[in-house]
């Protein structure tokens, strides 16, 4: 069973920075893409970030120049550097990992921007 733990959200005033963290139970070389996703109250999930296993990434429009995707296989540790945090980046943020056409989540962490 594969597991994925997010850690790192939290409360942060407008402008702030916070890093999330995931970490996966197998080698996180197993996974075709690992990424973030967020969802807000009453917003459907949506994608932040993704890395592949290139280290290519892929960032949402919004969060371009502010976000920062990362991972150290040996770790089996995907992080998100978040900087010049908006109070519309207030959401659950989870982990995702892929391996082929399966889908694995974290349980999600909340970060709360507050302006």
């Known amino acids: 069973q594969v597991q994925l733990v997010e850690s790192g959200g939290g409360l942060v005033q407008a402008g702030g920075s916070l890093r999330l963290s995931c970490v996966a139970s197998?080698?996180?070389?197993?996974?075709?893409?690992m990424g973030w996703y967020r969802q807000a109250p009453g917003k459907q999930r949506e994608l932040v970030a993704t890395?592949?296993?290139?280290?290519?990434?892929n960032y949402a429009d919004s969060v371009k120049g502010r976000f920062t995707v990362s991972k150290d296989n040996a770790k089996n540790t995907v992080w998100m550097e978040m900087n010049s945090l908006k109070p519309e980046d207030t959401a659950v943020y989870y982990c995702n990992a892929q391996i082929w056409a399966i889908n694995y989540w974290g349980q999600g962490t909340q970060v709360t921007v507050s302006s």
């Open positions: 197998i080698g996180i070389f197993n996974f075709n893409v």
């Open positions: 890395i592949d296993k290139g280290r290519t990434t």
